[in-house]
């Protein structure tokens, strides 16, 4: 099935099932009670004024698409009208319920959705609801998006995906600056700096940054806690903060992406894309056991990575932290960073690598674009380029310098003030 419906063949569409599903006594529909559902003042985003022959031609294109029959009753002067969307797509009473509020009432939150399919399927429990939504995004075409919460919300919002329509200005946004983040990996070399909160963001645009990243150390730190110990909903909200202040795309320094969160690796994404995020980053090192995670388990991790960052556009650096983490065996580096390569990670990054013949072994062996954190020992940014590396990141180097700043500015305060009693 295309995802191409207009608004009114949707609003066709959804008014067939809803009324299907609540007032089967009076469906099929004529053409005057169809156009009555479409034009309803309430349970509808937007509300319309649709006439019968916008109704008519809306009819005859989902016909042609499968997906709705007319007919004309023996004895009967007006043509009924039914959908069959279940013939060109498999879906249970839930999941078609859900779509049909989706499609009449625009992006909804699982709550909102239990409350307001009642009359069409009833979900006793709301982890229902996101079992049906999880069920329809992972479908090999997914049927629905999680595009985040709104400020104030509790709950991320759904909307389906049925028509180009469905795409939000927020979500164009993202995905063109996704692109123009992939496009600055096509070619050349640039520096891609990592604020820590929002001042810093807008000050590192202000000095000419074509990209930001987020750095996970930086930004913990700057509330009070540490590397990797931040928490998904944490993350999310200080990127959406970035997003609504600068205008250059953002890459999301994401650890492992969350897999033991609610959705995984895939919500995950879904909830960064939602808040802006041009970029993420995936890495192989396991905090909770100390440890790497096994070759297999780390390219699992960034396949289901992958497939989430193709539904928003996404460019997604894989990492391997062999060398951050007093592991530097640069055969099992490069090996995996070519399996992470073949499971179609658009950027490599091995943090810790500093010495330039291995930084130029990796870049032959992976033919993918590389980046580069400077720590002492590494070549000069002239000699990165000259290796082909294309991007260098700050990590939290420039968040610690601040600190670091701030801390010895402060000791000379306390130093220099006087004893009191």
């Not at 099932?17 to 937007?46: F, G, H």
Request: with cysteine; aromatic share 4%.
């Amino acid at each position: 099935m295309e995802r191409d419906l207009s608004p009114i063949e949707l609003r066709v569409l959804g008014s067939l099932i809803e009324k299907a599903l609540t007032t089967p006594d009076q469906y099929p529909l004529s053409t005057n009670s169809l156009r009555l559902a479409c034009n309803q003042k309430t349970s509808r985003d937007p509300v319309m004024d649709v006439s019968e022959n916008e109704v008519d031609s809306a009819l005859l294109s989902l016909r042609e698409r499968g997906l709705a029959r007319s007919s004309k009753p023996q004895g009967s002067r007006s043509w009924k009208h039914h959908h069959v969307i279940t013939e060109v797509l498999p879906l249970d009473d839930g999941e078609i319920a859900v779509l049909a509020v989706l499609a009449l009432r625009g992006a909804q939150s699982p709550g909102e959705l239990r409350q307001r399919t009642e009359r069409m399927h009833g979900f006793e429990e709301l982890a229902e609801v996101e079992a049906t939504l999880t069920s329809l995004r992972e479908r090999d075409e997914p049927l629905v998006q999680c595009i985040g919460r709104q400020p104030g919300q509790s709950q991320d919002r759904w909307r389906h995906l049925l028509a180009e329509a469905a795409v939000a200005p927020e979500a164009s946004r993202q995905r063109a600056l996704a692109q123009e983040f992939r496009t600055l990996h096509e070619s050349g070399f640039f520096v891609l700096p990592n604020p820590w909160d929002r001042g810093s963001a807008r000050m590192l645009q202000e000095l000419g940054a074509q990209a930001l990243a987020t750095t996970s150390a930086g930004y913990a730190r700057s509330i009070g806690k540490d590397d990797q110990e931040l928490t998904r909903d944490e993350l999310v909200q200080h990127v959406a903060e970035l997003t609504s202040l600068v205008d250059v795309p953002l890459n999301v320094d994401g650890e492992r992406l969350f897999p033991d969160e609610s959705g995984g690796i895939a919500r995950t994404v879904d909830m960064l894309a939602a808040a802006g995020a041009a970029g993420v980053s995936i890495e192989d090192y396991n905090p909770a056991t100390q440890s790497m995670d096994s070759l297999s388990k780390s390219v699992e991790a960034v396949h289901q990575a992958v497939e989430a960052c193709d539904r928003h556009n996404i460019v997604l650096t894989a990492r391997c932290e062999n060398f951050l983490y007093d592991q530097p065996d640069l055969d099992d580096t490069i090996a995996r960073l070519v399996a992470f390569r073949d499971a179609r990670a658009e950027v490599l990054y091995a943090p810790g690598v500093v010495d330039a013949g291995d930084l130029e072994l990796i870049i032959s062996e992976t033919n993918r674009p590389l980046n580069v954190l400077p720590l002492p020992g590494t070549p000069s940014l002239s000699e990165l380029a000259d290796l082909g590396v294309r991007r260098v990141s700050t990590g939290s180097i420039l968040a610690n310098v601040a600190a670091a700043a701030a801390r010895a500015r402060a000791a000379e305060f306390f130093e220099a003030a006087p004893d009191v009693l």
